[in-house]
């Protein structure tokens, strides 16, 4: 199974984009889907992230992203507005569930927030 991020681009400050992610397979009983992101120089940090309903924010994105599950099962989507320069990073997107639970990586998709 293979996570498949879209929807990066440039973007000028204030604006938007919404990602998605979709797995190419099934994975048994998702329990959290979510994202990270690395900017250049940085560590990787989560972003996003739902869990049985309840979600959670990173303090920099707070009321400005939303996460939600799409209908299509393996679905997942972050909504970002108000994007700041500070926003540029590569976004992945994960989802963990499985037999043997475990943590699927997407392949990352770029974030550029300039003028």
């Known amino acids: 199974v293979q996570l498949q991020a879209s929807g990066g681009g440039l973007v000028q400050p204030g604006g938007s984009l919404r990602l998605s992610c979709a797995a190419s397979?099934?994975?048994?009983?998702?329990?959290?889907m979510g994202w990270y992101r690395q900017a250049p120089g940085k560590q990787r940090e989560l972003v996003a992230r739902i869990s049985d309903g309840n979600t959670y924010y990173a303090d920099s994105v707070k009321g400005r992203f939303a996460i939600s599950r799409g209908n299509a099962k393996n679905t997942v989507y972050l909504q970002m507005n108000s994007l700041k320069p500070e926003d540029t990073a590569v976004y992945y997107c994960?989802?963990?569930?499985?037999?043997?639970?475990?943590?699927?990586w997407g392949q990352g998709t770029l974030v550029t927030v300039s003028s």
């Open positions: 397979g099934s994975i048994f009983s998702i329990t959290t």
């Open positions: 994960i989802m963990v569930g499985g037999a043997t639970p475990r943590t699927y």
